[in-house]
């Protein structure tokens, strides 16, 4: 497939039904170029309707034709991509690895499917990813996965912001598509690779037109592990209506002029915890512990201020059955907070700590309980793999774990 201007190109008469045959379009369509015989003779004209009985006569041809068909980008055939795209990452939340976002949108008020519909308003937009989701479909579903995830976190509260839920959508559509060409995207990045990405997303995002507020946010939403933001500014959350003001009708601002800082800010914090979700899944293995594991280590850490504690609230109130895992979790997080050599104090074994050790051994600290060392046997992860390991070793215990809460 090729993908130009004004037409959509195919080098062979199978790919081109296809493609007619996904989209509908067996009882007609319109070519841009003619399709000439070798002697240069015309078969069939440019921009006249093709009906499914020429190219059935063309397969009686085979190697008596040139192969190059340019289907007519026509103002409804864009629409029908759409609809297609839309009809495509919606439905892919039936799939058994999309349901956790799947929760995240059911019985939602807000008019998700018009968001998506509305995130492909531009041409280039629109047949750069229909060509990438033709090319690729496995990276396409894990962008897209991306995508509903972004959006999902916010989709079932109102925020008063214009094209907020279209432009979350776009960030986590955008944010990993330099990965296409690579299999980086099926494991976790490093912190400087993932600089990196944002980097080239941010300048890929342009190219597209894309608003500037999605590309400040794909270049700002990277996690640094070593100085957590811990931005707490309240986020201005309103009541959900069906069809937010001018979703429906108003287009995507071009990419020059002012951005608006509330917006980006907002953007900036949904992808980042959207990303971490995103690589919290190639970790955990077990589908059945999924979703417990992942809000409470959400919880921890944006107690922590890795995350903005607005959306850490919406993530917990959408799966209550888990609240109490959470709440428990941000416990632990206030009580290794109050180190007073952070960041020594390790609750252990978590998520159901009961005892806090000093990771860095500090030699005179106050809060030191000597005699009851804890023999840590194995390497443990940070908890939600955010931080450092805690290595195998004899550490000793601190009175910070009064502050736990016990069963």
Known sequence: MRIAADYIGFDNLNDLNLFLIDQGLQGGFFLAEPIKDKAGNIL????????DSSLKRLESMDGNYETDFRVLLTPDLLKQLRTYMTRYITGLLKKSDFAFIAHLFQNTRLNYHLYIQNAF????????????LTDNREFF???AHVAMLSMGIIVQKGFGIPRLHRYAFLCGLLADTPLATSDEWRTPLPEKRRLEIANAACKFAARLGIPREVGDAL?????QVSKPEKDDTPIAIVEASATPENEEVEKAPEAAGETDGTT???LTQVLRLAIYIQELSNHIEDPKTFTEKVVSMVAYNGARGYFHPDLVELIIERFKEFEQVARRMMVVAK?????IHPPSAWAYPKPRAAQVLCRNRVDGCPNLVSGWDINIVSPLEAFGWIGATLDAGSYPKCTLE???EKD
């Open 219 to 223: 270049q700002d939403y990277p996690l």
């Open 44 to 51: 069939i004209k440019e921009k006249i309707l093709v009906k």
């Open 335 to 339: 009580v290794e907070s109050n180190c």
């Open 402 to 404: 009064g502050g736990l």
């Open 121 to 132: 308003n531009t041409d280039i937009l629109l047949l750069t990813f229909y060509k990438q």
């Open 141 to 143: 579903d894990h962008i």
């Open 264 to 266: 980006v800010r907002i």
